[in-house]
């Protein structure tokens, strides 16, 4: 007999794959559970959470929801989708069958930008146009060596993030606009790069305060990009996105999915907050 073949990796040529999961909790369901069940059912969702923290180049920010969207939400990230896959089916089915309902989900992978400044960009425009800098001169040099190390941390963080623990998290989908004179992929490329420039400037205002994760989703689900944010305070949340708003780029090709707000909280708390 011939053994069954083993199931492939799936994993992209850059980047990790990305699971926002949102999940409501069935009370009625859950009070028919005896309290010894109920225990069992809270220790093996905390030894799943310590597993898949413990898988190799893997992320999971648990969190409660804010609103009644959801009860709780879970951000995994992962190289391979066959994993994520896997860990999102045992994650539903942690704490038994038809306890978690999954309200909302969204699959999305990290990605770098198109509109990133290329070395020889920063060099032309930046150095010589606006600095006036000799491309011989020690100061250039110093200035391009400083520009290249910047942007590897930066591409490196959007490919390969580590998020940190800060407690407020909001995630919302979004995409742009494919209408008449709106049409986003219709603009020269050149626009485009302007229009997203402008754009980073508003959220570079933020750092320290709010962490911004794009990740890509075109063709993988029904918008093109996922915004997640992570902040010490729900007002640079508020302010960030009201903010850039006013930016071109969304005010004129912005379209917007359900916006979800959480805090991240150890699991002990979160099954007080969430009354298990």
Same mark, same amino acid.
């Given at each position: ?6 199931? #492939?990796?799936? =994993? ?5 794959? =990305? ?11 859950? #009070? ?14 905390? %030894?799943? =959470? ?52 999954? =309200? ?9 930008? %198109?509109?990133?400044?290329? $070395? ?18 020690? !100061? ?5 060596? !400083?520009?290249?190390?910047?942007? !590897? ?7 390969? $993030? ?10 919302? $989908? ?56 992570? /902040? ?6 508020? /302010?960030?996105?009201? %903010? ?10 912005? !379209? ?9 909280? $150890?699991?002990? %708390? ?7």
């Amino acid at each position: 007999m011939t053994e069954a073949n083993p199931i #492939s990796p799936l =994993v992209p040529r850059e980047g990790w794959h =990305v699971i926002h999961l949102f999940y409501q909790i069935d009370h009625a369901q859950w #009070s028919l559970l005896t309290e010894e069940d109920q225990r069992a059912a809270k220790t093996r969702l905390t %030894e799943l =959470v310590q597993q898949i923290r413990s898988t190799p180049d893997t992320h999971l920010l648990v969190f409660a929801v804010a609103t009644p969207k959801a009860d709780v939400g879970f951000m995994l990230l992962t190289p391979d989708l066959q994993v994520a896959t896997a860990y999102e089916k045992q994650l539903t089915l942690s704490l038994g069958p038809e306890i978690l309902s999954p =309200v909302y989900s969204y699959l999305s992978q990290t990605e770098s930008s %198109e509109y990133t400044t290329t $070395p020889e960009q920063y060099a032309e425009d930046t150095l010589k146009g606006e600095r006036g800098l000799s491309e011989d001169s020690p !100061e250039f040099a110093e200035a391009m060596k !400083e520009f290249k190390e910047r942007m !590897e941390k930066y591409l490196h963080h959007r490919l390969y $993030p580590v998020l940190p623990d800060w407690p407020a998290i909001c995630f919302y $989908p979004m995409s742009k606009r494919r209408e008449g004179k709106d049409n986003w992929y219709s603009l020269p490329f050149e626009e485009r790069k302007k229009l997203m420039g402008g754009h980073a400037r508003t959220g570079r205002t933020y750092s320290g305060r709010i962490l911004q994760l794009i990740t890509g989703s075109t063709g993988l689900d029904e918008h093109e990009w996922g915004v997640t944010l992570l /902040a010490k305070d729900t007002i640079d949340i508020k /302010a960030i996105v009201y %903010e850039m708003r006013f930016d071109e780029v969304s005010a004129r090709f912005g !379209e917007f999915g359900d916006f979800y707000i959480g805090m991240q909280l $150890p699991l002990a %708390e979160l099954f007080k907050r969430v009354c298990l």
